[in-house]
């Protein structure tokens, strides 16, 4: 279960007798960042990855971390191997099966749908990690005007 702090979502882990916290990261609209990706000829991807990569990297303490966004910019296939892998990872420290594995990476071979794929499959299972944890779904404006109005 999570415990909000300020806007920080933190989780228990079950590690250290379950009294150590940890960070977690936002769940993220797949429609949102797709559009943005292409209105951004791509440069958003490269935000994602690095934000995924952080908040990874923040809750695990394993991986990369941000360095994902060097790897995209030079090596893009690597960054499809290793963000799939890091999540394989989290979903089998926790003794669970994992939706993706870094196999997923070779989605690259296949241009644009390829890469769609990947992209979907991945968030997918991040958000559903993150939210298995605790995280809540990105509040949108719209919402808490609504709220306010009301």
């Given at each position: 279960?999570?415990v909000y702090v ?84 989290l979903y089998r ?58």
């Open positions: 279960m999570g300020g806007a920080t979502v933190l989780a228990t882990s079950a590690e250290h007798g379950g009294r150590r916290r940890r960070p977690l990261g936002q769940r993220r609209s797949i429609a949102t960042v797709l559009l943005l990706t292409i209105v951004t000829l791509g440069i958003w991807l490269l935000v994602w990855s690095h934000q995924n990569g952080d908040e990874l990297k923040r809750y695990s303490n394993k991986g990369f971390g941000g360095v994902y966004l060097i790897f995209s910019f030079v090596f893009y296939p690597v960054t499809m191997f290793l963000m799939a892998s890091e999540v394989e990872q420290n926790e003794g669970e099966e994992p939706p993706i594995t870094a196999i997923w990476g070779l989605w690259f071979l296949l241009p644009i749908i390829g890469n769609l794929i990947w992209y979907v499959r991945i968030q997918r299972s991040i958000n559903d990690y993150w939210a298995s944890h605790g995280a809540a779904a990105r509040v949108r404006r719209s919402d808490v005007a609504s709220r306010n109005a009301g």
